[in-house]
């Protein structure tokens, strides 16, 4: 493997798989700490390494060092990585960012989940893209689908009020080709984690009610997955504990 441009600096191929493997070494240890601090065997949470803006040989270090699942938020970009690594058997890509409908039939191309369905227009839109891409061959699975929830009524930030889950998931799950599989939040920056994911893991509880198989809560980043793992996150999204500083980048 060459050296590996991050954007900003380049680091010896051998160096940055240390330094990715000891990252990884130590957030596993913090998730195995919170999941025996919350009294949950650890089997139960699952990480996913966001890497977004990073290239795709840190993807094939992390491959090497055991993880499967990848977290994308940019489609054109996660779709370079896909292509560049076709040898890389068993990996479930996953689109973490907000999405616009035009970007559905792209993204039903790879991705194993979506996070961040917030709306019936995009349901509709990521349905008959899977649709379409079943038909073409590219994908033989449904596509999974968490709702995104705003904690915080911010509109920039994507996701819908607590009560617009039901219907949305409703919705879903009449769908032709996509799986409702549970909910995702982002906690507002200056929002009390606690009360954040404690209001996240009640509309869960209640969604699991009418869904049963919506089992996924994908909650708790860097900075806060003790935390969300307290109130029942499933998945972690991790990106700087396990990459490191974000790369500059000029898009």
């Not at 993880?67 to 058997?89: D, H, N």
């Not at 079943?134 to 999974?144: F, I, K, M, S, V």
Request: with cysteine; aromatic share 4%.
């Amino acid at each position: 493997m060459n050296d590996i441009d991050t954007g900003y600096r380049t680091t010896p191929a051998a160096d940055r798989a240390a330094e990715l493997e000891s990252n990884l070494t130590r957030l596993l240890a913090r998730i195995d700490a919170a999941c025996a601090a919350a009294g949950r065997d650890p089997a139960t949470v699952r990480l996913l390494p966001v890497t977004k803006f990073f290239p795709a040989d840190d993807i094939a270090i992390l491959y090497r060092l055991g993880r499967r699942e990848f977290g994308e938020s940019r489609p054109q970009e996660a779709a370079a990585k896909v292509a560049a690594l076709p040898g890389l058997l068993g990996i479930g890509w996953h689109m973490i960012g907000r999405l616009q409908r035009n970007k559905a039939r792209q993204v039903a191309r790879w991705a194993h989940t979506v996070h961040s369905v917030d709306s019936i227009r995009l349901a509709d839109a990521l349905d008959a893209a899977t649709v379409a891409a079943q038909d073409a061959g590219e994908r033989d699975t449904p596509l999974r689908v968490l709702i995104q929830v705003s904690l915080d009524d911010d509109p920039s930030r994507g996701g819908i009020a607590f009560g617009a889950v039901s219907e949305l998931a409703d919705h879903l799950a009449r769908s032709q080709a996509l799986v409702p599989a549970g909910l995702m939040a982002i906690p507002p920056l200056d929002a009390d984690p606690a009360a954040a994911f404690a209001g996240l893991a009640a509309a869960h509880d209640r969604l699991r009610t009418e869904h049963p198989g919506a089992v996924e809560l994908s909650a708790g980043m860097s900075d806060d997955l003790e935390t969300a793992i307290v109130h029942g996150s499933t998945c972690v999204r991790v990106g700087t504990a396990v990459m490191g500083t974000r790369p500059i980048t000029s898009r």
